[in-house]
């Protein structure tokens, strides 16, 4: 099974690769507080998107609660670092959400996930607060 999957990884990557730009086409301009990751050709394991810190939370429980499970970076190493000494890459591990670039997705798929992620956005306030009853009530 490796060996056909090493025989297929130039496959595995163009497939990425056309879900990321259907990512990139669904999310360009929506709102300026999510950013998108730049152009990347490299084959890619997920497509990260940065949301306000406080908001990051309360999109992810919202997507959490509609079936979508998106991931965060690796916390920011408090024992080890102060977040001042490290601004940035303390701000960015509050702010990251990798969406899914599966092979098994397909194009309806992202657009959903793409929805779903402005819904989300949509409904969280810049303190994070949800404006949504239904996600309120669950």
Same mark, same amino acid.
């Given at each position: 099974? /490796?060996?056909?999957?090493?025989?297929?990884?130039? $496959?595995?990557?163009? *497939? +990425?690769?056309?879900?990321? #730009?259907?990512?990139? +086409?669904? %999310?360009?301009?929506?709102?300026?507080? %999510?950013?998108?990751?730049?152009?990347?050709?490299?084959?890619?394991?997920?497509? &990260?998107?940065?949301?306000?810190?406080?908001?990051?939370? =309360?999109?992810? %429980?919202?997507?959490?609660?509609?079936?979508?499970?998106?991931?965060?970076?690796?916390?920011?190493? *408090?024992? !080890?670092?102060?977040?001042?000494?490290?601004?940035? /890459? =303390?701000? $960015?591990?509050?702010?990251?959400?990798?969406?899914? %670039?599966? !092979?098994?997705?397909?194009?309806?798929?992202?657009? *959903?996930?793409? #929805? +779903?992620?402005?819904?989300?956005? #949509?409904? !969280?306030? /810049?303190?994070? &607060?949800?404006? #949504? $009853?239904? !996600? +309120?009530? =669950?």
């Amino acid at each position: 099974r /490796a060996l056909q999957n090493l025989q297929q990884s130039e $496959t595995f990557c163009q *497939q +990425r690769r056309q879900r990321y #730009d259907e990512y990139q +086409r669904q %999310l360009s301009g929506f709102r300026h507080e %999510l950013q998108l990751p730049p152009h990347n050709t490299a084959a890619l394991s997920h497509f &990260s998107v940065r949301v306000p810190g406080p908001c990051r939370d =309360a999109v992810r %429980l919202h997507l959490w609660q509609r079936g979508l499970d998106v991931g965060t970076l690796f916390p920011f190493p *408090q024992q !080890t670092c102060r977040p001042q000494d490290f601004p940035h /890459a =303390a701000q $960015t591990a509050t702010e990251v959400l990798n969406l899914p %670039l599966s !092979t098994q997705l397909t194009r309806h798929h992202v657009i *959903q996930i793409c #929805d +779903r992620l402005k819904a989300a956005v #949509d409904l !969280t306030g /810049a303190d994070g &607060s949800v404006t #949504d $009853t239904e !996600t +309120r009530a =669950a």
